[in-house]
């Protein structure tokens, strides 16, 4: 098995930080891909910020200069540093990585369990 575990999220003011981790951890050989996604009650999932494992990025428009999304190949961990934020980031907030599973060599798409950040004074 695999399990993806998020943390860092919590209630910050406009204009606050926060940096959000994503620890990956069980039978994993490599990870290619690693994703942020947000999500807010009503509305469809979200593609805030990828990564591969050679360092390349990609950011939804609205968060770029703001988010920074980074990875520890050797923690098999990603973050996404917050900046400048806003209300309209208030989400749940969930990673997601294409994992090629230790025991029978196959990709696998898992997904944490999501963490929440609430913008607001």
């Known amino acids: 098995q695999v399990q993806l575990v998020e943390s860092g999220g919590g209630l910050v003011q406009p204009g606050g930080s926060l940096r959000l981790s994503c620890a990956a951890s069980?039978?994993?050989?490599?990870?290619?891909?690693m994703k942020w996604y947000r999500q807010v009650p009503g509305k469809e999932r979200e593609l805030v910020a990828g990564?591969?494992?050679?360092?390349?990025?990609n950011y939804l428009e609205s968060v770029k200069g703001r988010f920074t999304i980074s990875r520890d190949n050797g923690e098999n961990t990603v973050y996404l540093q917050m900046t400048s934020l806003k209300a309209e980031d208030t989400a749940a907030y969930y990673c997601?990585?294409?994992?090629?599973?230790?025991?029978?060599?196959?990709?696998?798409?898992?997904w944490g369990q999501g963490t929440q950040v609430t913008v607001s004074s």
């Open positions: 069980g039978l994993i050989f490599r990870i290619t891909v």
């Open positions: 990564i591969t494992s050679d360092g390349s990025t």
């Open positions: 997601n990585a294409v994992i090629m599973r230790s025991d029978d060599r196959r990709y696998y798409s898992e």
